[in-house]
């Protein structure tokens, strides 16, 4: 069974600043891991995924993250945060390809000027 | 890209009434499409696994009599919530599966649609 753990609901952070969501997995099988964002009142959007392949992970926007098997973590960062990635943002994980996932409760991001 | 299309957007209706969700795949085949329901300022929670020629897996939990789905082609699933009342006003979202050499780039990628809003009145 496949589970993840989003630490903190919200994160408040200034334009310009470190942007860190933080998402913790359990999984039974090595997991296939990923970062959604979704704006209100729409859909989900890929941001990027972790398949086996290179621990770090680039994705779209400027984001990234870092597959930890020791620590079973894959935070998103951002180096510099920008208005438009005021968001909802899930981490979710599946325990083979393109299986269902299974999402954290997600973490509002806000970023003030 | 693999593009999935949901329709309706939103839809308002009546408590009592049967609401359709469609979910297509516009580019690719999907044999597979998985239903989520979402609360505000929720996670999204899996509701079934549709496959397409046979009946939907259901989640613990999920009425399989008061949500039906359909996943008669391998381009269309449809999700419906039958005899609507308030509590089932939600956003459901759907995904599918796109399958190697169909159309998608990339196996395996799960694509998301935009997702409905259904509030009953």
């Known amino acids: 069974a496949q589970s993840v753990t989003q630490l903190g609901s919200h994160v408040s952070v200034s334009e310009g600043a470190l942007v860190l969501l933080r998402c913790n997995y359990s999984?039974?099988?090595?997991?296939?891991l990923f970062w959604y964002v979704q704006y209100p009142n729409q859909g989900l959007q890929l941001l990027l995924k972790?398949?086996?392949?290179?621990?770090l992970v680039k994705g779209i926007n400027g984001f990234e993250a870092e597959f930890k098997k020791s620590e079973t973590s894959f935070h998103l960062t951002k180096p510099s945060a920008h208005m438009s990635d005021a968001a909802e943002y899930f981490c979710?994980?599946?325990?083979?390809?393109?299986?269902?996932?299974?999402f954290g409760k997600g973490t509002t991001l806000s970023v003030s000027s | 890209g693999a593009v999935v299309s949901q329709h309706p957007s939103w839809v308002i209706c009546k408590s009592g009434t049967s609401v359709k969700i469609e979910c297509r795949s516009l580019?690719?085949?999907?044999?597979?499409m998985f239903w989520y329901r979402q609360f505000p300022k929720q996670s999204l929670m899996l509701m079934a696994t549709?496959?397409?020629?046979?009946?939907?897996?259901?989640e613990q939990g999920v009425e399989k009599d008061k949500f039906l789905i359909n996943h008669a082609s391998l381009t269309l699933s449809t999700l419906t919530v039958t005899s609507a009342h308030p509590e089932d006003s939600s956003f459901y979202i759907c995904?599918?599966?796109?399958?190697?050499?169909?159309?998608?780039?990339?196996?395996?990628?799960?694509?998301f649609g935009a997702g409905s809003r259904l509030t009953v009145l």
């Open positions: 995904s599918a599966r796109a399958e190697p050499g169909t159309g998608a780039s990339g196996a395996n990628v799960l694509t």
């Open positions: 999984s039974s099988v090595p997991p296939y």
């Open positions: 972790y398949t086996s392949a290179a621990t």
């Open positions: 979710a994980v599946s325990g083979q390809a393109g299986t269902a996932l299974i």
């Open positions: 580019d690719f085949q999907a044999t597979t």
């Open positions: 549709s496959n397409e020629g046979s009946k939907a897996t259901y």
